[in-house]
Every structure is written in C-alpha cells, then in structure tokens.
C-alpha cells in the first residue's frame, strides 16, 4: 500500500469496530478528500459518519470539540496544512486545556488530520508545517508518520487515545512508495521513534517526509565516502522520545537535525537543546540543523530552494564530521 491506503485502511477498520468514530471535513465524504484519503468511506458508512462540511476551519473544530466530549471520537479533518491558523482559537483555548479545565471529568477523544509540508507545487497556504505550534500547546499529541505501515498503525493508535491528537500527514509520501502493510488491525505506538537506518557515525533526526531524505543522504554518504548515518525516525513530535534521541545521540556523537519548517523557534531548536543539557559531554562536534529558511514559502518554481534535500543534509554531516 501506499499512505493515502494505508490511512484509509486504518480508518476503515476503526470505524467497523467502533460506531462512534464520525469523520468531518470539507470534500471529504463524496469527493473523498482532496487526496482522496477518505474515498469510498462514506458509501460504506453513510454521510451521517462521514460529514461534507462547509468551507468553516473554526466551525469544523469546534464542532469537533463538541462531539468528543458528548461521546463521539470524532475525526476532523483540515484540508492543508496552511489553513490551520484558523482552528487555533479553539485548539490554544480548549482542545488542550478541557481535561485539565474539568479535572479529568472530561476528556477530548479527537483526532485532527491535516496534510503537512511542500513539495508537491502547491500555492500559497497549501505546503507549510505548522507542527511547533502544536507541540508547544500543552494537552495534545502531534504525530507524523514517514511509511505507510506506521500510518495506518498510528492513525488507529491515534483514535483510540483519549486525549486530542494532531496526526499530520506528509502530502509528498502519499504516493511516493508503496511497501508491505499488515491488514489486521495492529497500532503503532504513540510517543515511540524508530531507527530507520543504523549507522555508527553521525545522527540524523527527521520526522515526515524529511526521512526519507534523510535515508537517501545516508544512502549517498556510504556509498561515496563510507559514511554511516543513522536515521531516527520521530514519528511523535509531542511527547518526544528523549531516551531514542538521547541514546542515538549518544551512540555517535554527533547529529544533525532535518526539518521542512523554518529555522528560529522550529522544533529542531528544542530538541537541540535537550540533547544539549543531557548529553553535552556525549558529543563531539556541535549539533545541526538543516532546515527550511526564515522566510515565506515561495511558489512552486522556488520550492526546491527552500527545503532541504538530500545535498543539504550532507553538507550538515560534514560540518559535523569536520569539526
């Protein structure tokens, strides 16, 4: 299967086993999605579980919020990643503060499903990653998955959470690559990342589509140069997995952080940090990051500019191998 299989899959198997799972969102029922991540569930399941709503952001999530705590786990979805400022209002103010708000006599079972990054000659507003702001919003979950197999296992782990969950979806994997998905149902844990390639001399930490990336640099460097990079795969941004990070960074000294999302304040700043003040005397040559750039994303004839490829990211392990 490819992603976009992968996701449906996963949301149709939770909705077979569990009446309570409802997906809304703007074209997602008739049309199945821009994407067509949701295609043919709605004449599975009926339009009363599958909502077409209107072109309302806020109205989308708070409707969401509303069906979660009166016993719906409610599936929203945002078409791209770029229109999600508009749900902030109720994501900072009530999605992430309700447990706590009611002390724990309500909980928020949601799932909020976005398309996230670039590369895939979009116009403005349709290619950001907006995953900071999420994870630096208390009471909620961010995940990301780079394959297929953890897409389908993380969305179902995803809805089966009682708190929110922002589950981003990298556009440029939906149909990139194809592998092997288990068709039972199965979940990936939450809070958990994987090594997707051992190496011994550098780290490289990426999460969506930028892992990919990741493995064809370290592709690159240890055919050319006999370079061993160890890719670790986030998969969740909020908690983040500081005993994988902490113990692959420690395994080779250095690392070189790899995110679409501009540069200050991008997620790479925290986890530099925290490798920082925990490992400090583990390393051996100062952390990278590899990043997008501080400024607007540009139009699809600049897009290969602003993110970082493959050559980016061996720039980075040479800055740190040269140190």
Known sequence: MNMVQAINQGLR????????VVLLGEDIGKNGGVFRVTDGLQTEFGA???LDTPLAELGIMGMSIGMALNG???VPEIQFDGFLPSVMDQVISHLGRLRNRTGGKMSVPLVLRSPHGGMVHAPEHHSESPEAYFCHTPGMKVVIPSTPTDAKGLIRAAIKDPDPVIFFEPKLLYRAFKEEV???????????ARVAREGKDCTVIAWGAMVQTALKAAEFLSSTEQVELEVLDLRTLSPLDLESILASATKTGRVVIAHEAPHTAGLGAEISALISERALLKLQAPIVRVTGWDTRLPLFRLEKYYYPDAGRIVRGVHQTLKF
């Open 48 to 50: 009363e579980r599958v």
């Open 182 to 192: 288990p068709e039972g149902p199965y979940e990936t844990p939450i809070g958990k």
């Open 72 to 74: 719906l786990k409610p």
């Open 13 to 20: 198997e939770m909705m077979r086993e569990d009446k309570t």
